[in-house]
């Protein structure tokens, strides 16, 4: 990567960030609380980004105040914090630095309201573009944007167990691995599942080193 598409991307896809935190989020004076900072942050870690692996959510829950903020909200009542404490705490260096964005441009806390079209497909495959790798490991958190990349390209599901669902997608040159990961936002009687996506992230790590 570098920074020239760095900014390209950012202007263009403004939910799209980047698997680096601040050490100290999602806590004291990091980083995420002051989120002018964050474009510069990023630039500053351009080395250590992996565009080869996507993390996608289905949709943003609030606005964004800056680039990158997105996956970066410094509160623990939006959890992102678990992925930071999963992927750069637990020293997963292989998804270290993975390429963040949401499937579907629309900002609404409840996923039950958002719906996946074919626009918002080809609007990924926009993004995969411009990152210009040829195989992508593609983590879908939750099953509304797996069923929605699914759907859209009619792709076969395998499933290697209850908890992991995977499909290969070959697209516009490129290949895509999709993996149904749980949703690192769960809570209440769904937290079990949490222990799940640490492990889920933690084998994907070592697959794919």
Known sequence: MDCETL??????????SWA????????????????????????????????????????????LPAPYSNFHAPTRKHYDYRL???IQDGGLDRLQGAYMTDLVDFVGPDSQNVEVTEEDAAVLLDQLRLLGES?????????KPFDGLVDYFDAGVTSHSPDLKQATIETDGFTLYVYRFWFYGLYGANQDKVDILKKQLRELNEQIA
């Open 7 to 16: 900014t390209h991307i950012a202007a263009q896809y403004p939910w799209a």
């Open 20 to 63: 680096v935190w601040d050490n100290a989020f999602p806590d004291g004076d990091c980083v995420e609380k002051r989120p002018e900072r964050l474009v510069e942050f990023v630039q500053d870690r351009v080395e250590v980004l992996t565009p080869d692996i996507v993390l996608m959510g289905l949709n943003r829950s609030d606005d």
């Open 84 to 86: 930071k404490e999963f």
């Open 135 to 143: 195989e992508y490991h593609v983590v879908c958190f939750g099953n």
